[in-house]
């Protein structure tokens, strides 16, 4: 039984890194935002001010997933608990937030977190 809910435990989490991989591909490609960010008012951009391109955006999503891969590799390695996996995730992810300004995600890829511009149609009045 240990065995069967073993081999349970890693297919969940192997479709829990597919979804969350499609989610942020999909979201940050149309919405170059995460539902979250999005929400905020908030968007992701090239440190050279303009709007992220294809190539950062899939470079984004990538690491993530590799970040992903990396963090459920040394969950079952060290057999450590889904909770505290993520929150160790968090931790190496984002604690260069609070040092930079910036996610490890956003000083690997060039990109940065900042207001959306919302643009007003002059059509509408």
Do not use: H
Request: aromatic letters at 14%; one cysteine or more.
């Amino acid at each position: 039984v240990k065995n069967y809910l073993r081999v349970v435990e890693n297919l969940t989490a192997d479709l829990r890194i597919i979804v969350n991989f499609i989610y942020y591909l999909l979201w940050e490609w149309i919405f170059r935002a995460s539902l979250g960010k999005f929400l905020c008012g908030l968007t992701v951009a090239s440190d050279n001010n303009q709007p992220t391109t294809e190539k950062e955006i899939i470079k984004r999503c990538f690491l993530l997933l590799l970040l992903m891969i990396a963090a459920v590799g040394l969950r079952f390695t060290f057999d450590i608990n889904y909770y505290m996996t993520i929150l160790l995730f968090f931790l190496i992810v984002d604690t260069s937030v609070i040092i930079k300004g910036k996610s490890l995600i956003d000083i690997m890829t060039s990109t940065y977190i900042t207001k959306r511009k919302i643009y007003k149609n002059e059509n509408l009045k």
